[in-house]
């Protein structure tokens, strides 16, 4: 004979009948944020934007506080991007020219203070609407697959919603600024240091976004190819683009930047026009190298090179 179960003393004493515990309601589901990815491929495509006007803030960075770990990389940083402008972010090594770029760019949070594109918050423009609103130009490309040349440049074109004829006419024209149709077929990991870079650059000028961001262009090109890409530079601003270009080279600066910023130590040291801000006194401070400038004997314009003795 089974025993029955006794109820609780307290049960018991009361008289009253123990209640059966009941199950456990799970808490209902919640929302998921993130969009299944399926589902992106039935979102409609983002919105391109409006043009700006000759001299509009394009992007900007005001107070802007960036870290890398535990160390501070920017530091109050004030900077206006604006269309139909060469801006170059000079100074020396460890200053924070990339780290400003990266941070225009909305690839680097800021820890404080705020970067805006087109007038919004970085934070706030989806992956796809930035793609559309700024093209970026790391300092070195590298691409695991053997992609061709003209296959590379291909991907400027993916955050439009074109035809393939208007996706061919700009692969096609942004190769030929670029000098590199000729060698269109041969994979990307075949080429020389200065042609991969020149092929980056084709792929960021197939995106056509109005604002350029591009992290030492001509650090791998000879003398030839870096007058070049200033050049292009030169006439997208001219075209109506904002143009953010790393330089290391100060004459290059000089003759093709219509302002500079220059940085050091994470802070602005100077902002303004290269004949005005170019001066040797700030520069030598800044690159803690004797600097001379001094007019071009020809055409006058400022030219920058370090002081040697004879």
């Given at each position: 004979m089974t025993r029955a179960t006794r109820p609780p003393a307290a049960s018991r004493r009361n008289g009253a009948q123990p209640v059966p515990?009941?199950?456990?309601?799970?808490?209902?589901?919640?929302?998921?944020?993130?969009?299944p990815p399926l589902m992106r491929l039935f979102r409609p495509p983002a919105a391109p934007p409006v043009p700006a006007a000759p001299g509009d803030a394009v992007a900007e960075a005001e107070d802007l506080h960036v870290r890398r770990g535990a160390r501070a990389v920017l530091r109050g940083v004030d900077v206006t991007?604006?269309?139909?402008?060469?801006?170059?972010?000079v100074g020396p090594n460890g200053a924070g020219k990339s780290t400003l770029l990266a941070a225009l760019a909305a690839d680097?949070?800021?820890?404080a203070g705020v970067v805006r594109v087109h007038g919004r918050p970085a934070a706030e423009w989806s992956a796809p609407e930035l793609a559309l609103r700024r093209a970026v130009l790391p300092q070195s490309a590298a691409l695991a697959f053997p992609f061709t040349v003209a296959e590379v440049v291909r991907m400027g074109r993916a955050p439009h919603a074109a035809t393939p004829?208007?996706?061919?006419?700009?692969?096609?024209?942004?190769?030929?600024a670029t000098e590199v149709t000729g060698f269109a077929g041969r994979p990307f990991p075949a080429l020389s240091g200065g042609e991969r870079a020149r092929v980056a650059l084709a792929r960021v000028l197939?995106?056509?976004?109005?604002?350029?961001?591009?992290?030492?262009?001509?650090?791998?090109?000879?003398?030839?190819?870096?007058?070049?890409?200033?050049?292009?530079c030169r006439e997208r601003a001219r075209a109506g683009d904002a143009v953010v270009v790393v330089l290391h080279d100060l004459a290059l600066a000089a003759a093709y930047a219509h302002r500079v910023v220059v940085l050091r130590d994470g802070r602005v040291a100077a902002d303004g026009p290269p004949e005005r801000v170019f001066t040797e006194e700030l520069l030598s401070e800044v690159y803690e190298h004797p600097v001379e400038v001094f007019p071009h004997p020809r055409t006058g314009a400022v030219v920058v090179g370090p002081k040697r003795p004879l």
């Open positions: 515990r009941r199950p456990a309601v799970p808490d209902p589901p919640q929302p998921d944020d993130r969009e991007v604006r269309a139909g402008e060469v801006l170059a972010l680097l949070p800021a820890a004829a208007e996706d061919d006419l700009a692969v096609a024209e942004a190769m030929a197939a995106q056509r976004a109005p604002l350029l961001l591009l992290d030492e262009p001509t650090a791998a090109l000879d003398l030839k190819h870096q007058e070049a890409v200033l050049r292009l």
